[in-house]
């Protein structure tokens, strides 16, 4: 199947020809997917219109009716896995298979969020006065605005938007610059799905394409109560700045630095598969990709012996082939600055091995590189930043102790796990005391995160949940309600206020 069957198969019949200053190119072999037309000002603010009115509508459904379209949604996806999963693949450069597991994602996060239509529950709560209630109610909260990022392109606008449409909420998507043809397929996807239901609620979904400018439209729009944002920490403070201005609200899920702390009672063989799939896994470009190993001093030749050899044979190449385990990072940027972190890894005393670029020849205009395996002495400036690339730092322990300080001595708070048998170890992790990630795992890494759980992190990881658990409650308000049934008028407080009633 060529790009121009994969799009039509996708609903996208001719779009790669449009004429447009948008220009998606595949990191695969650089080549381009196809150009489209980016929005302008006046075509955001009128998005921001339609979503307007759109509410006004789909507040009313009865939330299980939201649902429906959701579990058609769902169908949707289940049946165009294999064609969305390889237009992530051409997009992003991820593998194949995790082209498909990008989808499977979305559609677990579909039947989460049909579920979950029937229990947007509120609590009763006991009145302190007689003959009254109380009760909380989740009311649909407006017009959501969702700025995606290329690295997952479609299922971190889907937990956002599952939740979002299942709460009442009608959507504006800024995708990612990179991967326009992603976001067009996915809304091409749910208008078959709105085209099968019964209710007609137009702008239920729009996508906004286009730089930065159009984006912060949404961000400063006070019509748009809710934004919610992935990307860098940079990009996070600017979105929260401005968001908190206008006293609107955010959620943001932004940098991680990932550690893992691996002890001398873990099951090596386990983790060392762990390592492999959150460092080298989507060419180290997951948010929860695995960056920094904190490895107890006895094990510490042992398992970078493993990793070098692990690193060194690892199969990179065309994603799309099957075998290959890394495809391409996304761009040219992405390669220098995978390469100034190396640099200066170098400089503060590290021994690099590997990060440099190969099958050049065969793709002059994309960026394969080798994994690169840092061995630090110790937790420098540059371990401390985010390099999105399969860069891991190694670094000694000694003490627990020491294991604990280190691994929360950085900014970021995503990501985090512990390979250990020693159940007193494994506790503390998980305690107060010891990680402060959103995310604190045992035996397993610290990416590939289901959706049931609350995702997100501490810190300048940007503090919000997405997905599952009750991440749902950030897409709706809170009211609380008395009610009196009483013939009298008790005031709370015990407080008498007597006045002469005529
Ligand atoms: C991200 O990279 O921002 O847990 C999201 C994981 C995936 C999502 C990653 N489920 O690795």
């Not at 891991?392 to 280190?406: D, H, K, R, W």
């Not at 970021?412 to 506790?427: K, M, P, R, W």
């Not at 658990?469 to 407080?493: C, E, G």
Request: aromatic share 8%; net charge negative; glycine share 10%.
């Amino acid at each position: 199947m060529n790009n121009h069957e994969l799009l039509q198969a996708l609903g996208l019949d001719g779009w790669e020809s449009k004429q447009g200053t948008l220009i998606s190119r595949s990191p695969i072999d650089g080549c381009e997917i196809g150009r489209l037309q980016e929005h302008t000002l006046q075509e955001v603010a009128h998005n921001i219109e339609n979503a307007v009115q759109s509410f006004k509508t789909w507040r009313l459904a009865p939330p299980p009716q939201r649902g429906e379209l959701i579990r058609l949604f769902g169908e949707e996806l289940r049946a165009h896995k294999e064609e969305l999963g390889k237009l992530i693949t051409l997009e992003t450069g991820k593998i194949l298979e995790e082209g498909r597991g990008e989808v499977q994602e979305m559609i677990d996060m579909c039947d989460f969020a049909v579920g979950l239509s029937r229990q947007l529950y509120g609590l009763t709560i006991a009145s302190e006065r007689p003959s009254h209630r109380m009760m909380e109610t989740w009311h649909p909260l407006g017009p959501i605005g969702i700025i995606s990022p290329f690295n997952f392109p479609a299922a971190i606008w889907c937990w956002n938007f599952a939740l979002a449409i299942v709460c009442g909420n009608p959507v504006i998507w800024k995708a990612s610059e990179k991967t326009p043809f992603t976001a067009l397929a996915s809304a091409k996807l749910f208008e078959r799905a709105t085209s099968r239901f019964s209710i007609f609620t137009p702008h239920l979904l729009q996508v906004v394409l286009g730089g930065g400018e159009l984006g912060a439209i949404l961000v400063e729009s006070p019509k748009i109560p809710l934004i919610s944002a992935t990307g860098s920490s940079h990009m996070g403070k600017a979105v929260a700045k401005s968001v908190a201005g206008r006293l609107g609200r955010y959620l943001l899920e932004l940098s991680g630095n990932n550690a893992m702390i691996l002890t001398p009672s873990a099951d090596l063989a386990l983790a060392t598969r762990a390592i492999s799939f959150s460092a080298l896994g989507t060419t180290g470009q997951r948010c929860t990709s695995l960056r920094r190993l904190i490895v107890h001093a006895s094990l510490y030749t042992e398992i970078s012996q493993r990793l070098k050899r692990i690193f060194a044979h690892v199969t990179v190449g065309n994603p799309l082939e099957s075998g290959v385990l890394m495809g391409p990072l996304i761009d040219q940027k992405s390669f220098e600055e995978m390469q100034i972190a190396l640099e200066q890894a170098r400089t503060e005393g590290g021994k690099v091995w590997g990060g440099e670029r190969i099958l050049q020849n065969q793709f002059p205009n994309a960026y394969y590189v080798k994994p690169a395996l840092v061995e630090m002495q110790e937790q420098t400036a540059i371990v401390q930043k985010e390099t999105f690339a399969p860069l891991l730092y190694l670094i000694p322990y000694q003490s627990f102790e020491e294991a604990l300080t280190i691994h929360n001595d950085v900014s970021q708070g995503l990501s985090s796990c512990i390979f250990t048998n020693d159940v007193c170890e494994a506790e503390i992790f998980l305690s107060s005391a010891g990680s402060d990630c959103g995310i604190a795992n045992v035996n397993i890494g610290p990416s590939g995160a289901e959706i049931g759980g609350a995702f997100g992190g501490e810190k300048e990881t940007g503090g919000g949940r997405e997905s599952g658990s009750d991440s749902w409650k950030n897409y709706m308000r809170r009211a609380t309600n008395t009610i009196n049934y009483a013939k009298d008028l008790p005031l709370a407080q015990g407080i008498q206020f007597n006045v002469e009633t005529v």
